[in-house]
T-cell receptor
Framework: GAVVSQHPSWVICKSGTSVKIECRSL??????MFWYRQFPKQSLMLMAT?????????EQGVEKDKFLINHASLTLSTLTVTSAHPEDSSFYIC???????????FGPGTRLTVT | AQKVTQAQTEISVVEKEDVTLDCVYE???????LFWYKQPPSGELVFLIR??????QNEISGRYSWNFQKSTSSFNFTITASQVVDSAVYFC???????????FGKGITLSVRP
């Protein structure tokens, strides 16, 4: 079964609004989670590394003020897309590793459409 | 910098054929991890295998097998007796540590026809 969950699985929002995506590790603590973005028919690109209790580390070219990441607990990381625009429409996927096992495992992803 | 190259973009086979998906990687790290993931049309990434750089032993799991060769920086994936349910996009990925960020290849779209 899945070890990482995401919510919502899909969301449609209007341009200029903000949307929050949740990533949860199920039955295990994840001090580090990763957020990726995947445009249609493309590969996954890392956006940021989410660290529990500290600031996220963003990859080059990713606007940290636009993509707010909060890792407030050992089982939850959130990604908030602020002032979303149509070009932010994408598939957002988080990952975490269950200690002592293989992986990392990915969440089922959140498909964001900005109209 | 780390790089993963999946030169094949699309592969189409008939059911029961064997198919090999190629993966070539570049890294300056002496310790690293290699992965294969499957992404069916639903979008969810399914973990298939993780291999560390010190373990060159090839692995077989059911119809799946992996050939890791450090000498050629390759980590190829073979599906034996392919099935329609194997149709998906397959990604090879590389990371400097077991819990580090992954660098993905561009993916290979595999279509298995009945």
């Amino acid at each position: 079964g899945a070890v990482v969950s995401q919510h919502p699985s899909w969301v449609i929002c209007k341009s200029g609004t903000s949307v929050k995506i949740e990533c949860r590790s199920l039955d295990f603590q994840a001090t580090t989670m990763f957020w990726y973005r995947q445009f249609p028919k493309q590969s996954l690109m890392l956006m940021a590394t989410s660290n529990e209790g500290s600031k996220a580390t963003y990859e080059q070219g990713v606007e940290k003020d636009k993509f707010l990441i909060n890792h407030a607990s050992l089982t939850l990381s959130t990604l908030t897309v602020t002032s979303a625009h149509p070009e932010d429409s994408s598939f957002y996927i988080c990952s975490a590793r269950l200690p002592g096992t293989s992986g990392p495992y990915f969440g089922p992803g959140t498909r964001l459409t900005v109209t | 910098a780390q790089k993963v190259t999946q030169a094949q973009t699309e592969i189409s086979v008939v059911e029961k054929e064997d198919v090999t998906l190629d993966c070539v990687y570049e890294t300056r790290d002496t310790t690293y991890y290699l992965f294969w993931y499957k992404q069916p049309p639903s979008g969810e990434l399914v973990f298939l295998i993780r291999r560390n750089s010190f373990d060159e032993q090839n692995e077989i799991s059911g119809r799946y097998s992996w050939n890791f060769q450090k000498s050629t920086s390759s980590f190829n994936f073979t599906i034996t007796a392919s099935q329609v349910v194997d149709s998906a996009v397959y990604f090879c990925a590389l990371s400097p540590g077991a819990n580090s960020k992954l660098t993905f290849g561009k993916g290979i779209t595999l279509s298995v026809r009945p």
